[in-house]
């Protein structure tokens, strides 16, 4: 695009767009975690993360991630875990005398998985979070980064349980993470956009799927 003699602004604009709409975990990205006893205001944003879920595994299971913090991140799933799963499939409205749909409320509780798209070279076990990372870490899907968790403790403007896969957000500021789980709000979570055409594909079958399973 320099080489066409693009202006800088609509320069600017086409990477955002490639950034918005491209998945994180196609940009090979590894490093090395710090040894176990490493704080977590050490090392680049995504090592520090990592750093803060290990701690926040042993007593008192609490870790802080402090500023400066900025990393960006998409979202690979969510759901109101505060909802009925026949509620969440069928996206109607929270209740009988609610008019926000299921999800949308401000009592929502949002579960998020999470990608960076970086891929600890060693030591990959201990970023493990559930059952199915441990399967997506098998031999076949190694290269596959582990997913990040997350749960939303306040309302996250422009954020939904109808948010596309891959839509992007940046984690940045004071973050507590408890039990390998990080708190997000809207002070240490923003919606930037976009979303990818792939994940928002597979998110649309499995829950056709699931509404077929559920009769």
């Known amino acids: 695009l320099q080489q066409q003699n693009v202006p800088a602004n609509k320069l600017v604009d086409e990477c955002l767009y490639q950034i918005l709409h491209h998945d ?4 090979v990205r590894t490093f ?43 979202i ?18 929270a209740g009988q005398n609610s008019n926000s749909r299921a999800g949308n409320q401000p009592s929502r509780c949002l579960k998020l998985l999470l990608s960076d798209g970086y891929n600890p070279r060693t ?44 839509l992007k957000l940046v984690l940045e500021g004071k973050i507590i993470v ?4 990080m708190l997000l709000d809207a002070g240490n979570a923003v919606v930037v956009g976009g979303f990818v055409a792939d994940l928002a594909e597979i998110q649309r079958q499995a829950l056709e799927q699931a509404k077929r399973s559920a009769g």
């Open 24 to 27: 994180l975990r196609d940009v």
């Open 32 to 74: 090395e975690p710090l040894p176990e006893n490493s704080h977590s205001s050490q090392g680049k944003p995504s090592v520090r993360l990592r750093t803060a879920l290990r701690q926040s595994r042993a007593p008192p299971f609490k870790a802080e991630i402090r500023n400066p913090f900025r990393l960006l991140v998409q």
């Open 76 to 93: 690979e799933e969510l759901q109101d875990v505060g909802q009925s799963t026949t509620s969440r499939l069928e996206g109607g409205y």
């Open 123 to 166: 030591g990959l076990s201990i970023f493990i979070d559930n059952e199915e990372n441990q399967n997506n870490n098998s031999t076949e899907n190694s290269s596959k980064p582990p997913l990040l968790v997350a749960m939303e403790t306040t309302t996250i403007p422009q954020l939904s349980t109808t948010s596309r896969a891959g």
């Open 178 to 181: 408890r039990h390998g789980v």
